[in-house]
């Protein structure tokens, strides 16, 4: 499966902005991940393909919306009030085989096998 993500860009702190990231075909649970520079890749959020369960990491609960349409294979991430701690790339990630329904599983990188390119978000102070 293949992922083209969009969105991203300069934003204000306090603002908002969207992302979506489209699959060339199906996935199970899609996620998206950030890496800001010099850090290692963080969780962010994760949706699951059957019950569209979501999850997300403590510091963007509350703030960013995961969401998903499967009929376009196609994941979106909604981010309020947003920060300078944000900024970083985000990618989206996608499962091609089942990988459960916990919060557990679907925020480790090494449950995701297709990866975008990654679009960069950032947030001035």
């Known amino acids: 499966v293949q992922l083209q993500a969009s969105g991203g860009g300069l934003v204000q702190a306090g603002g908002s902005l969207g992302l979506s990231c489209a699959a060339s075909?199906?996935?199970?649970?899609m996620s998206w991940f950030r890496q800001a520079p010099m850090k290692g890749r963080e969780f962010v959020a994760a949706?699951?393909?059957?019950?569209?369960?979501?999850f997300y990491a403590d510091s963007v609960k509350g703030r960013f919306t995961i969401s998903r349409d499967n009929a376009k294979n196609t994941v979106y991430l909604q981010m309020n009030s947003l920060k300078p701690d944000d900024t970083a790339v985000y990618y989206c990630?996608?499962?091609?085989?089942?990988?459960?329904?916990?919060?557990?599983?679907?925020?480790?990188?090494?449950?995701?096998?297709?990866w975008g390119q990654g679009t960069l978000v950032t947030v001035s102070s």
């Open positions: 075909g199906r996935a199970y649970s």
């Open positions: 949706v699951s393909w059957s019950r569209g369960a979501t």
């Open positions: 990630a996608a499962a091609t085989r089942y990988s459960g329904n916990s919060y557990s599983r679907l925020s480790r990188l090494a449950e995701y096998d297709s």
